[in-house]
Each structure stands twice: as structure tokens, then as C-alpha cells.
T-cell receptor, first 113, second 112 residues
């Protein structure tokens, strides 16, 4: 079963605009991660945010985490056509040493010229 | 290349046949994950290992699925008596504990 759900399921924007994707999850977590997947390819890790962190930046990416609301957001600024992909959040639950990585349902981002 | 590699990349098999996939993780990673992904969906957890120990197996998996990770290195995923519903992309990933996972390119299985 999926731990997280991304919102929206699909997003279409023009190049240069910002894209915001949201992720909600159900249980307490150790960390939350965002991944990108181009069509038919493997997933690529983008950024990891730990449960005691509220915001992280990496280049044009900004991730926020609100553990009280069990939600996270991924902001891509100044989007490019090459950002077109599916984006997934994934969580590692806070259950000690043995905890799997569980993915959400994904947001499909289309960036047009 | 020191990334995660999966073999084969594509597999077409007849219904009822057994198939085995291999995953070679990044060498220093102690965790190895198997996921299944169908079109338009997120990766669905199948099983994962910490070193050679299989820590969890999805309740959604039938007994036709088995995975091993002998000596805590490479892993194999076997599907016995394949069914058309097994057609999917099978993804392998490795990581250190509670850190980012690195994915292979996947094995695309088509059961005809």
C-alpha cells in the first residue's frame, strides 16, 4: 500500500513558471524524500528532509516539511522543459532501525515551451 | 559504473514460466529494495533486505514471488508460474540505512 499521496496528480505549466507539488503521509516518519522519474526510466533522488527539519534547498528545488500536518511540498522554481517528469515523495517511517522506503502515487509534471 | 545495475533490462515470457531477475547494488550499501511499478502508478513495495536478512515482504505478494540476497551482495527476485498480471517494471534500489536510495534502470517484464 502507498504511504503517501501527491497532489495534484498532474500539473501542466509553461517554462519559467514555478511548480508546486504536495505530499501527504499517514504515519510518523524518520525522513521524507523526493524522487524524479522520466518516462520509462529508474527513479533519481532529488532531496531528503529529516523529521526535525522544516525546509531544505537544492538548486532550484525547495522542500518543506510540516510534521504536525503530515505533509510536504516540493517547489521547482523557474521550470524548464527538461523538468518534465513524474515526481514522487517517499517516506521512511520512524520505527527504529528496520524501516522500509514507501512511495506515494506521484505528480506528473508537464512543462511546455 | 558504480551505480545499481539490473539484469535483464527486458524480459518477455509465456504465462506459466518462471523468471528470475538480478540486481547488483552499490557495493557499500547494506539495504536493498525491490519494487514493482505499473504505468501511471508509483513504485509498489515488494520486499527489502538489510545485508542478507530479508526484513519485510509485502502482504500483497503471493507465494509465487521469492527474493534472496546471499552474502548481502547481489539479490535475485524470482517469479514462479508467471501470470499476465505480473507484467510490470521491476525496480531495484540500494541505500545505506535511512538515507537516499539509488535505483537501477529496472527490468520490464511482459507476460504473454
Amino acid at each position: 500500500s502507498q504511504q503517501g499521496e501527491e497532489d495534484p496528480q498532474a500539473l501542466s505549466i509553461q517554462e519559467g513558471e514555478n511548480a508546486t507539488m504536495n505530499c501527504s503521509y499517514k504515519t510518523s516518519i524518520n525522513n521524507l524524500q523526493w524522487y524524479r522519474q522520466n518516462s520509462g526510466r529508474g527513479l533519481v533522488h532529488l532531496i531528503l528532509i529529516r523529521s526535525n527539519e522544516r525546509e531544505k534547498h537544492s538548486g532550484r528545488l525547495r522542500v518543506t516539511l510540516d510534521t504536525s500536518k503530515k505533509s510536504s511540498s516540493l517547489l521547482i522554481t523557474a521550470s524548464r522543459a527538461a523538468d518534465t517528469a513524474s515526481y514522487f515523495c517517499a517516506t521512511v517511517r520512524n520505527t527504529g532501525t528496520a524501516s522500509k522506503l514507501t512511495f506515494g502515487t506521484g505528480t506528473r509534471l508537464q512543462v511546455t515551451l | 559504473d558504480t551505480g545499481v545495475s539490473q539484469d535483464p533490462r527486458h524480459k518477455i515470457t509465456k504465462r506459466g514460466q518462471n523468471v528470475t531477475f538480478r540486481c547488483d547494488p552499490i557495493s557499500e550499501h547494506n539495504r536493498l529494495y525491490w519494487y514493482r511499478q505499473t504505468l501511471g502508478q508509483g513504485p509498489e513495495f515488494l520486499t527489502y533486505f538489510q545485508n542478507e536478512a530479508q526484513l519485510e515482504k509485502s502482504r500483497l505478494l503471493s507465494d509465487r514471488f521469492s527474493a534472496e540476497r546471499p552474502k548481502g551482495s547481489f539479490s535475485t527476485l524470482e517469479i514462479q508460474r508467471t501470470e499476465q498480471g505480473d507484467s510490470a517494471m521491476y525496480l531495484c534500489a540500494s541505500s545505506l540505512q535511512n538515507t537516499e536510495a539509488f535505483f537501477g534502470q529496472g527490468t520490464r517484464l511482459t507476460v504473454v
